[in-house]
T-cell receptor, first 112, second 113 residues
Framework: KQEVTQIPAALSVPEGENLVLNCSFTDSAIYNLQWFRQDPGKGLTSLLLIQSSQREQTSGRLNASLDKSSGRSTLYIAASQPGDSATYLCAVPNSGNTPLVFGKGTRLSVIA | KAGVTQTPRYLIKTRGQQVTLSCSPISGHRSVSWYQQTPGQGLQFLFEYFSETQRNKGNFPGRFSGRQFSNSRSEMNVSTLELGDSALYLC????????????FGEGSRLTVL
């Protein structure tokens, strides 16, 4: 059974700092990994999708990497801004071709 | 291009009642998934529909049910509501079954009194 862990659970950084969020998963037989952002009381916004054959994906100030063999992914946020404050979640399909399993998320606060 | 639309956004029910939530996926998407989000359990998978067929079901009691229509719109129903059913119910759609990128709606916030 796939399990996803995100560390740290919460993170507070000053504006402008670069930061890394971590995600680990137990079953490396995944099709892809997806990073989401969730603002309080809102739905999830897809940030990046990395296919199993890829090592990283970039979108603006965001860069996500994937290391299937070690069961890890990182989300790098460059030059953080207060608007980046949100909860960030990673998700992978359960073993094989099944629906997504989510981590509990990392709650990020960027202080101006 | 319109995103995933969920209705209603907020609702309050009492124990024992039933509720129906609706989800309209992104145009062209045939897969719809439902998730329950609570502070304690996080996001938990309820079920997934593809081309009107339930493809996967999470570990929830039979009080939770769903269906998908020919236009890909989906509904989920919870009968005999319990206090513990209070949660944010999120719907997501994707082009492909299971392996596609998921796009979420804003959710339906259910409060059971």
């Amino acid at each position: 059974k796939q399990e996803v862990t995100q560390i740290p659970a919460a993170l507070s950084v000053p504006e402008g700092e670069n930061l890394v969020l971590n995600c680990s998963f137990t079953d490396s037989a995944i099709y892809n990994l997806q990073w989401f952002r969730q603002d309080p009381g809102k739905g999830l916004t897809s940030l990046l999708l990395i296919q199993s054959s890829q090592r990283e994906q970039t979108s603006g100030r965001l860069n996500a990497s994937l290391d299937k063999s070690s069961g890890r992914s990182t989300l790098y946020i460059a030059a953080s801004q207060p608007g980046d404050s949100a909860t960030y979640l990673c998700a992978v399909p359960n073993s094989g071709n099944t629906p997504l399993v989510f981590g509990k998320g990392t709650r990020l606060s960027v202080i101006a | 291009k319109a995103g995933v639309t969920q209705t209603p956004r907020y609702l309050i029910k009492t124990r024992g009642q039933q509720v129906t939530l609706s989800c309209s996926p992104i145009s062209g998407h045939r897969s719809v998934s439902w998730y329950q989000q609570t502070p304690g359990q996080g996001l938990q998978f309820l079920f997934e529909y593809f081309s009107e067929t339930q493809r996967n079901k999470g570990n929830f009691p039979g009080r939770f049910s769903g269906r998908q229509f020919s236009n890909s719109r989906s509904e989920m129903n919870v009968s005999t509501l319990e206090l513990g059913d209070s949660a944010l119910y999120l719907c997501a759609s994707s082009l492909e079954e299971n392996t596609g990128e998921l796009f979420f709606g804003e959710g339906s916030r259910l409060t059971v009194l």
